[in-house]
């Protein structure tokens, strides 16, 4: 098999992106559509049949580039689930992670099940909108009628497949995988309202899922495809797409939000990580992703937002090389940047009330989140090194957000050490190796990343010194 599909779907656009491993590794990206949520019956809600219509279309663009024969590999978003009925159709559009019904719901949890018991199950962070959280805040009666819970990515496959499986590395984020037993926790279930008998058999990572349907062939023209369990969380898929070949690295996958953390063999749900709020999602293979979830580029696109996008992000990146970095400290991961009527406003009011300079222009706003974005990953990148008690060695940037060279080089600045940035496309690549090894062409996961490091070029940040090593000290006193 040398042609696989990866079908990327982020929360604000998907790709349908073809790759030919004949000579190395070609990518093209052959469809691509956008993602969103709107305000639908009171709640913010994705469009996930316009999604699938997106995906078929991308899959015949795949055919007409002469592919007759390929696998397919899809990865989304966490947490977020369809309700279906007993026919397998969907009993509303499903709610969006970032939708206001999960308020306060956490702590009515803890009321059934301490909050570290719930972190000693599981091993995953607390975020309010966690998979659990969200069941526990759907409406009684529909969540009563619904035969089926899946998760995004696995209710793409079904619909592509009619196999109803739920893949591990997406499942773990639900924070009601148990750690111990590697299956549901049925106690934590309870605590939701949901019986193991609406939830899917849990399959592993690069597990052959199923052919697409004879009548979506018969509807559409697609090329032969046999559908593969990658790492379906689009994370995990990313994780799978660092170029590591190094003993103790990190790693940031850099896009909306951040992931920061180190991939393990073993859980470490520990107090000291109870207490930093570390999870331990499932990665591909059996392995652990131990990593903190912090805000990311965020910031900066809803800066874009604001100004009706009349610059780019590359010119918003060039401005801020006229401003001088860490003139304001702020925590981007405070609950007032979610999802603010105007991000300008907020970060201008928090400065404000801090009594620090406020940042004005383009160049000025975007530096301020540059500057508190490297502060943010330095202070995780201390807090990952004594949890794990290894000294890290290198920071690998993947995603999107790898792109950036001034946020580069501004960590690798406060860390102190090298700083390798890329591939940007680490999820569509982690996506497609996972294929690769599922069809024979690489051996496993170590294979797959050296043959990804001698295949891809990648940009090296020194840490330069700097007039004033404080910055990080300063950070932490005026945001913790």
């Known amino acids: 098999m040398t042609y696989h599909v990866a079908v990327d779907i982020g929360a604000s656009s998907g790709r349908v992106i073809l790759a030919d491993t004949r000579q190395s590794l070609e990518l093209t990206e052959i469809h691509r559509f956008k993602n969103g949520f709107t305000k639908q019956n009171g709640h913010d809600r994705w469009n996930v049949s316009q999604l699938l219509n997106e995906i078929l279309a991308g899959l015949e663009k795949v055919k007409t580039k002469g592919v007759m024969d390929c696998t397919v590999g899809i990865d989304t978003w966490a947490v977020d689930y369809v309700l279906l009925d007993k026919e397998g159709n969907l009993l509303e559009e499903p709610i969006a992670y970032r939708d206001a019904r999960?308020?306060?719901?956490?702590?009515?949890?803890?009321?059934?099940?301490p909050k570290n018991?719930?972190?000693?199950?599981?091993?995953?962070?607390?975020?309010n909108f966690n998979t659990l959280y969200?069941?526990?805040?759907?409406?009684?009666?529909?969540?009563?009628?619904?035969?089926?819970?899946?998760?995004?990515?696995?209710?793409?496959?079904?619909?592509?497949?009619?196999?109803?499986?739920?893949?591990?590395?997406?499942?773990?984020?639900?924070?009601?995988l148990n750690i111990h037993s590697r299956d549901y926790d049925k106690d934590l279930l309870d605590v939701a309202g949901v019986s193991l008998d609406q939830l899917p058999e849990l399959m592993e990572t690069g597990t052959v899922i199923g052919e697409i349907l004879p009548e979506l062939h018969e509807t559409?023209?697609?090329?032969?495809?046999?559908?593969?369990?990658?790492?379906?969380?689009?994370?995990?898929?990313?994780?799978?797409?660092?170029?590591a070949t190094s003993e103790n690295w990190a790693y940031i996958s850099s896009g909306t939000w951040s992931l920061i953390g180190v991939e393990n063999s073993e859980p470490l749900a520990t107090q000291p990580a109870f207490e930093e709020n570390y999870t331990n999602e499932w990665g591909a293979y059996k392995t652990?992703?131990?990593?903190?979830?912090?805000?990311?580029?965020?910031?900066v696109q809803e800066i874009a937002r604001m100004l009706d996008y009349q610059y780019s992000f590359a010119e918003m990146a060039e401005q801020t090389y006229q401003v001088e970095p860490f003139l304001q400290y702020i925590n981007l991961n405070d609950d007032r940047f979610t999802n603010p009527k105007n991000m300008i406003e907020e970060i201008q009011a928090a400065c404000?009330?801090?009594?620090?300079?406020?940042?004005?222009?383009?160049?000025?706003?975007?530096?301020?989140?540059?500057?508190?974005?490297?502060?943010?990953?330095a202070h995780e990148w201390k807090v990952l090194e004594r949890l794990?008690?290894?000294?890290?060695?290198?920071?690998?940037?993947?995603?999107?957000?790898?792109?950036?060279?001034?946020l580069?080089?501004?960590?690798?600045?406060?860390?102190?050490?090298?700083?390798?940035?890329?591939?940007?496309?680490?999820?569509a690549i982690g996506n497609i190796m996972v294929q690769m090894i599922s069809s024979g062409e690489l051996e496993n996961l170590a294979e797959a990343r050296a043959w990804l490091s001698k295949n891809q070029a990648f940009d090296r940040y020194e840490p330069q010194p700097i007039a004033d090593r404080d910055h990080l000290k300063q950070y932490q006193k005026l945001v913790f």
């Open 388 to 406: 794990t008690g290894k000294e890290l060695e290198v920071l690998h940037i993947v995603g999107g957000g790898s792109n950036v060279k001034l």
């Open 117 to 127: 018991v719930v972190y000693e199950k599981t091993g995953i962070q607390f975020l």
């Open 352 to 377: 404000r009330e801090s009594n620090q300079i406020v940042p004005k222009t383009v160049g000025e706003l975007v530096m301020c989140v540059y500057s508190n974005l490297a502060l943010a990953y």
């Open 134 to 176: 969200q069941l526990c805040a759907e409406e009684r009666e529909l969540l009563e009628k619904s035969q089926d819970i899946l998760l995004i990515p696995d209710y793409i496959a079904y619909r592509l497949t009619g196999q109803k499986v739920g893949e591990v590395t997406n499942v773990s984020t639900t924070q009601y």
């Open 288 to 299: 652990y992703r131990f990593l903190k979830n912090i805000t990311g580029m965020w910031a």
């Open 408 to 427: 580069n080089q501004l960590t690798a600045d406060v860390i102190g050490k090298p700083v390798i940035a890329g591939p940007s496309e680490a999820t």
């Open 220 to 243: 559409y023209d697609l090329p032969k495809a046999r559908v593969i369990a990658v790492a379906t969380h689009d994370t995990g898929s990313a994780v799978v797409g660092v170029p």
């Open 102 to 113: 999960t308020q306060g719901m956490m702590e009515k949890v803890f009321e059934s099940i």
